[in-house]
């Protein structure tokens, strides 16, 4: 179904080469799973298989890639997309309507399907991925990891022969990843061919018929599963476990602090959006320093909790405490760092460097802004070199924000953030679609936060992330009072 024939590609006004002699086969009933490290060339795989690459990012093809035993060459986009479904990593980048339902049926209604067989396809493809009691909802209302839902609903709605998805378990909770593995266990079943591009690896064991393993464009290794227990090629090639422990019972939990332990709190905490139920009514958050996990099901309201703690949503009731001093919303501006899942909001200067320097200058209080300015900028060049190394960023200082990879992105957001020296700091998902490498760099990052005397807050459904750095949970729904 998919067939790669010693491939090379070369992106325009770029000299080497994305990947390089690439022999790969996806029969029928058989999942491909490809990993390696970010920059590998796993997502350019994905663009070949789905004819974007060369048809839409232009570039140089050498070899051929055929689908269905036909030269992608030869088949426009609009045929392709007959066949390969694809799932990008951030869904968003390809819905066109603002409701889910309207998301659901708009490929069906564009190809000119009966309404009554529109609808069908609609409640059948909901049900299949349990997002039936959201087909009222906004797409901008929902949680990346119903996006994500969404995104796959749709696509399996059109019975594409091919599937092609990128990270398609970056934002899901854990057993929406379990639902979805058995879902495509399904769907292998019946006889689809299905390439999976993901960082997390534990979720296809006994799914998976086949592992390629990429490093610097090119198939470093390929086998079955049992591939990926090998320590040696996972160090080698920054992979993430094979194996992966759920810690989410066993971290001791937040309502057992006392209060006066507590480096923030919030009292009688009730917030409801406009026109909707009540997501929290009369509720007690505590934490402590450390690092504290975030866990919850999708949709739950943990991204609209990390608001309400910034202060960037107003409760409807609550008392707000830091250090037992209870405070308003604009003291918890000053206080309360967050770093949003899409880094591109949180992105505005020239250079990476600029952006942790800026970041330290708003940190900086009264007396370090009195010093001497030479002896002050020494100081401040010295913390930019720091936080450019321990997030892996320093051959990156000149480099424009927007220019970065999003795993790029990702670590520069978070290492501005440690430039704040806030009180509390809040992450939404940080390593969502990073590679083991780097996944280990937060994590280790977060540990030195903490031993700082900072109380972290981890959004995460990323339990190697978990077991590496939290030591308890904060979980959803909260505890009313």
């Not at 030269?71 to 392709?80: F, I, Q, R, V």
């Not at 909901?126 to 087909?135: D, P, T, Y």
């Amino acid at each position: 179904m998919i067939r790669f024939e010693n491939v090379t590609y070369t992106y325009p006004f770029s000299e080497k080469p994305a990947v390089q002699n690439i022999d790969l086969h996806v029969k029928a009933g058989e999942i491909v799973l490809v990993s390696g490290q970010s920059g590998c060339g796993k997502s350019t795989l994905m663009r070949l298989a789905n004819g974007l690459c060369p048809s839409w990012f232009k570039g140089k093809l050498e070899g051929a890639v055929f689908i269905e035993n036909k030269n992608t060459l030869e088949l426009p986009l609009k045929d392709m997309s007959t066949i390969v479904g694809t799932l990008f990593q951030d869904p968003e980048q390809q819905f066109f309507a603002l409701g889910v339902e309207d998301e659901l049926a708009f490929v069906h209604e564009w190809r000119g399907l009966p309404a009554e067989m529109t609808r069908t396809k609609i409640e059948t493809a909901a049900k299949n991925f349990g997002i039936s009691h959201i087909l009222g909802q906004s797409i901008h209302e929902l949680s990346e990891g119903q996006k994500q839902k969404v995104g796959l609903a749709s696509i399996m709605s059109q019975e594409p022969k091919i599937l092609v998805l990128d990270e398609p378990t970056a934002n899901l909770d854990p057993e929406s990843t379990l639902d979805l593995a058995q879902r495509l266990l399904e769907l292998k079943q019946q006889g689809l061919a299905i390439l999976v591009v993901d960082h997390r690896l534990y979720w296809l064991k006994g799914i998976a018929d086949h592992v390629v393993i990429m490093k610097n464009g090119e198939i470093f290794a390929r086998g079955d599963f049992s591939l990926l227990d090998d320590e040696k090629i996972r160090q080698e090639c920054n992979l993430r476990d094979s194996d992966v422990e759920d810690v989410r019972q066993s971290l001791p939990d937040c309502s057992v602090i006392k209060r006066e332990d507590t480096e923030f709190c919030i009292e009688d905490l009730t917030f409801a959006y406009k026109g909707q139920k009540p997501i929290f009514s009369h509720a007690t958050v505590k934490l402590q320093k450390g690092v504290t996990a975030l866990i919850g099901d999708n949709g739950t309201g943990k991204t609209t909790l990390a608001r309400l703690m910034t202060g960037l949503n107003k409760a409807n009731e609550g008392k707000f405490f830091i250090e037992n001093k209870e405070c308003n919303a604009k003291e918890l501006l000053k206080s309360v760092g967050i770093v949003l899942q899409n880094a591109d909001h949180q992105l505005h200067m020239k250079t990476v460097e600029q952006e942790i320097d800026v970041c330290l200058s708003l940190a900086a209080n009264k007396e370090e802004k009195s010093r001497a300015k030479d002896i002050l900028k020494q100081q401040r060049k010295q913390e930019i070199t720091e936080l450019l190394n321990l997030f892996g960023l320093e051959q990156l200082r000149m480099r424009h924000p927007q220019s970065l990879s999003g795993g790029e992105k990702q670590r520069l957001v978070i290492a501005c953030a440690f430039a704040k020296k806030p009180h509390v700091l809040i992450l939404d998902e940080p390593t969502s679609g990073l590679d083991g490498g780097n996944m280990k760099r937060i994590a280790y990052a977060l540990q030195i936060l903490a031993e700082r005397g900072a109380a972290v807050l981890v959004i995460t459904h990323d339990l190697e992330l978990m077991k590496r750095s939290c030591t308890r949970a904060l979980r959803l729904p909260l505890v009313t009072n």
